[in-house]
């Protein structure tokens, strides 16, 4: 279901909540031996609108008027929403074993013991808030793995090869919008040049 929420999106106010940077979530992982990264299945379906707002998100089908109960993809603040509930949710693991960017959350500890516990904790904690995790998009006790548009492990952090693949396999650009396309790209792999 597709609703397009662009009224209702420039009636809203910014959400100023701010997400965290990048650059320091995946700084924090240096050093931890065994990692685990976690996405949340639908982030933004698992948190419930408030029922004076509901009826703002109404859209009429052949089955008559309805509205959202959870929030919606494509809602100004959903992002902001969703960092702010798992900030909260987090609030005593972050930093200390736990780095949480939206919806995809890094477990890390120095053994693998340690990571047991740390991953018990950290699941212990989703159960209570009954937040699900989508399976097939989580990666258990590894020493590497990509993570937002890095190469997290424990000897700090590498460019993603894919991102330097990407760059590579374009094609020469010959306007404006490719070139900032390209400059985009290089950007994010800043640190590394």
Do not use: W
Request: hydrophobic fraction near 35%.
């Amino acid at each position: 279901m597709c609703v397009e929420f662009r009224t209702l999106n420039q009636a809203c106010p910014k959400n100023t909540y701010p997400l965290p940077r990048i650059n320091t979530i995946v700084d924090r992982t240096f050093g931890y031996e065994v990692i685990s990264f976690l996405d949340a299945f639908s982030g933004y379906h698992q948190i419930r609108m408030a029922k004076e707002d509901e009826e703002k998100t109404a859209f009429i089908t052949d089955f008559g008027k309805n509205c959202y109960n959870v929030m919606p993809f494509g809602l100004k603040n959903v992002g902001a929403t969703y960092q702010r509930m798992i900030d909260a949710v987090f609030r005593d693991q972050r930093g200390r074993n736990l780095e949480a960017y939206v919806d995809d959350i890094l477990v890390k500890s120095k053994t693998l013991e340690g990571h047991l516990g740390d991953l018990s904790e950290t699941l212990d904690t989703l159960q209570r808030f009954n937040l699900k995790l989508n399976p097939t998009k989580c990666t258990f006790g590894v020493a590497s793995e990509k993570f937002l548009v890095y190469l997290v492990s424990a000897r700090g952090i590498e460019a993603n090869p894919d991102k330097i693949s990407a760059i590579l396999s374009m094609p020469s650009p010959k306007t404006a919008k490719k070139i900032q396309k390209l400059a985009g790209r290089i950007n994010s792999l800043g640190r590394f040049i």
